[in-house]
């Protein structure tokens, strides 16, 4: 008989993502849920890992990272905010994302410390806190508007407070910290030792007239900082599961400790594809238009449905209100709402409920407009029933 273990994450089951995904494939809907493409990458970029693949570049690299690529990365955070991290003992090429802010947690988090997460919040990061030992200190934003409370933030932190988690541009609710966010921020932990994570992976999709601040760009926060940002979404490559994490000197020492041991090491052709590819920033440039018109191509076909929609700032996700809807009188949940949405209009999205550890329903889904024009069509088509 196979012994009994004491689960690590007693809470934590099937995620919302993968049930919901399932049940589309099972209706055939239309799959705005997850967050990925379904559109192919720039033709270019596969050229330059099948070139870095022939010439024979795929035996194990650094455990730090490709140095051509950790060299581009450093160009490019410094052109675009300020900041040069050095390309050798400040830049750690990752795993995805996911990964690093496990890193960084796991590096940080001793038992008993305090962590600050702001939900609705990516459901990653309450698994890896509580896998530390640490415990979770949930702060609201804003229900409605999903803004900082910096009040209640301040109020949270005090002398067992290890670090803060933050997320901009906001994954599930769209919204984007603007500057004086960040100076705010910057200001209440001055006096502190808190250290801070923070994930931008969705820092190349800001709309007009907004744009991205990034804590590298706050000496202030920088100096405190990991930040996490992602190729993945960069350059819609979702599944190959590759990201960064600068950060200073004596944190990126205690990052690489947990990271060595963790994976080791990233698939070595992509990350010198993706070096040679980042020699363009037309791509990363570019991707603000290129999702704001199908955001905008989204949002104009929403307008003909009941839904209520919430602003969509940054990222490729569109949050609205279901109030409004007939269906929404039988008092469905966030989540039974979605499961009907899925089985009965043929179009998945995911409950924000979900990005709460306590399912806060507050009567809003979230799509995903990273989508081919056609599968938008189709899906707004469905949509209009409604």
Excluded at 34 to 45: E, N, V
Excluded at 169 to 196: F, Q, Y
Excluded at 280 to 293: E, G, I, K, S
Excluded at 331 to 337: G, T, W
């Amino acid at each position: 008989m196979t012994p009994d273990i004491v689960s690590k994450l007693p809470n934590v089951g099937t995620t919302i993502f993968t049930v919901m995904s399932a049940l589309a494939a099972e209706k055939k809907a239309v799959n705005l849920g997850q967050g990925f493409p379904d559109f192919a990458c720039d033709t270019k970029l596969i050229d330059a890992v099948t070139d870095a693949m022939r010439e024979g570049l795929n035996q194990y690299p650094s455990m730090l990272g490709v140095l051509e690529l950790r060299k581009a990365i450093s160009e490019k955070v410094e052109r675009l905010y300020g900041k040069k991290y050095d390309t050798n003992s400040e830049i750690t090429v990752t795993a995805g994302a996911t990964q690093a802010i496990i890193n960084a947690v796991l590096a940080i988090v001793h038992p008993g410390d305090e962590v600050i997460v702001l939900e609705p919040c990516y459901d990653s990061y309450i698994p890896n806190i509580e896998l530390a030992g640490g415990k979770v200190v949930s702060v609201p934003l804003t229900p409605g508007t999903f803004r900082p409370d910096f009040s209640k933030i301040s109020a949270a932190i005090n002398s067992k407070t290890k670090a803060i988690l933050i997320n901009s541009p906001h994954n599930p609710s769209a919204t984007v910290w603007g500057r004086e966010d960040m100076l705010k921020l910057e200001e209440i932990l001055c006096p502190t030792s808190v250290l801070l994570i923070s994930d931008e992976v969705y820092e190349h999709m800001v709309y007009e007239p907004l744009q991205h601040f990034s804590a590298a760009s706050f000496p202030g926060l920088a100096d405190r900082a990991f930040i996490i940002s992602s190729f993945g979404k960069t350059y819609h490559v979702t599944g190959w599961k590759v990201a960064y994490c600068a950060a200073p000197a004596s944190l990126t020492h205690e990052f690489r400790k947990v990271h060595q041991f963790n994976v080791f090491t990233v698939n070595t052709p992509v990350q010198y594809g993706l070096a040679r590819f980042m020699a363009d920033p037309a791509p990363y440039m570019n991707l603000p238009a290129f999702y704001q018109r199908k955001r905008d191509i989204f949002r104009q076909g929403l307008a003909k449905t009941k839904f209520k929609i919430l602003p969509s700032e940054g990222s490729y996700f569109q949050c609205v209100l279901i109030d409004e809807l007939a269906v929404a009188e039988k008092n469905l949940s966030e989540a039974d709402f979605c499961q009907w949405l899925t089985s009965e209009v043929g179009v998945a999205a995911i409950p924000l409920s979900a990005f709460y550890a306590d399912a806060f329903d507050q009567r809003v889904i979230r799509f995903c407009f990273a989508k081919k024009d056609e599968t938008l069509g189709l899906a707004l088509d469905r949509l209009a029933r409604l």
